[in-house]
């Protein structure tokens, strides 16, 4: 299994992105993917997460009502849209499957079984 993340970029605070992963294999449906961020110096957070299906999504505290998550399983691919971005921010963001033997809250790093290379994300005040 690959991931393959991609659509960051620098963009000024109040502006918008949207990421996209796109997955090998034929089981992306069959699985539930979330996004991560990394911002230097600091640990790897949860930032969104998306079941199997795209019927229940989660989401971190600071990126609720601004981040969209979503899927096409037809096209292998989950995505990220960012809206009224914050330098805050500002982080290389990772898309991640989650292994089948887990359910429920999205937000455990460790449940994740492949990740994708990452993409930064830079926002300007």
């Known amino acids: 299994v690959q991931l393959q993340a991609c659509g960051g970029g620098l963009v000024q605070a109040g502006g918008s992105l949207r990421l996209s992963c796109a997955a090998s294999?034929?089981?992306?449906?069959?699985?539930?993917m979330a996004w991560f961020r990394q911002a230097p110096g600091k640990e790897r957070e949860f930032v969104a997460g998306?079941?199997?299906?795209?019927?229940?999504?989660y989401y971190a505290i600071s990126v609720k009502g601004r981040f969209t998550i979503s899927r096409d399983n037809a096209k292998n691919t989950v995505y990220l849209q960012m809206n009224s971005l914050k330098p805050e921010d500002t982080a290389v963001y990772y898309c991640?499957?989650?292994?089948?033997?887990?359910?429920?809250?999205?937000?455990?790093?460790?449940?994740?079984?492949?990740w994708g290379q990452g993409t930064q994300v830079t926002v300007s005040s």
């Open positions: 294999g034929r089981t992306f449906s069959s699985y539930d």
């Open positions: 991640a499957r989650r292994s089948r033997y887990y359910s429920g809250h999205y937000s455990r790093e460790h449940e994740y079984d492949y």
């Open positions: 998306i079941s199997w299906s795209g019927g229940n999504t």
